[in-house]
C-alpha cells in the first residue's frame, strides 16, 4: 500500500487548512487512520485517528473543537480540516493507515505534509 499526504501549507494564526490522506485503491482492510505531527525537536505525536468497525474518533486535547477529521470509505481517503491554527500547529503532519489481514497488522506511513502557522 501507498500512502499519499497532501494540503499543507503556510497559514497565518487563525487561519485554516485542510490536508488530506489517500492510500492507493489496493488497499484494503483497513482498520484505522489516523494523523501524526511532529514538531521540530520534539516526538511525533498523534493528533486524531478514527476506527473504521465503528467509525469513532478519538482527538488530542489541544486540537478539540478545532479540527475535524473525516474519511471518504470508498476512496480510502481521509481529511482534517485545521481551523482556528495556532503557531503551536506548526508540524510535519504524517497519515497512517492499518491494515488487518487474518492475524498480520501492517502500518503503512506517508511521506508527511508540512503545515507552518505564522504568528
Not at 28 to 33: E, G, S, V
Not at 77 to 82: D, G, K, L
Request: proline share 2%.
Amino acid at each position: 500500500a501507498q500512502v499519499v499526504e497532501s494540503g499543507g501549507g503556510l497559514v497565518q494564526a487563525g487561519g485554516s487548512l485542510t490536508i488530506s490522506c489517500t492510500a492507493s485503491a489496493s488497499t484494503t482492510n483497513i482498520k484505522a487512520m489516523a494523523w501524526y505531527r511532529q514538531a521540530p525537536g520534539k516526538e511525533r505525536e498523534l493528533v486524531a485517528e478514527i476506527f473504521t468497525s465503528d467509525g469513532t474518533k478519538h482527538y488530542t486535547e489541544s486540537v478539540k473543537g478545532r479540527f475535524t477529521f473525516s474519511r471518504d470509505n470508498a476512496k480510502n481517503t481521509m481529511s482534517m480540516q485545521m481551523d482556528n491554527l495556532k503557531p503551536d500547529d506548526t508540524a510535519v503532519y504524517y497519515c497512517l493507515v492499518v491494515t488487518l489481514h487474518g492475524y498480520e497488522v501492517s502500518d503503512y506511513w506517508g511521506q508527511g505534509t508540512q503545515v507552518t502557522v505564522s504568528s
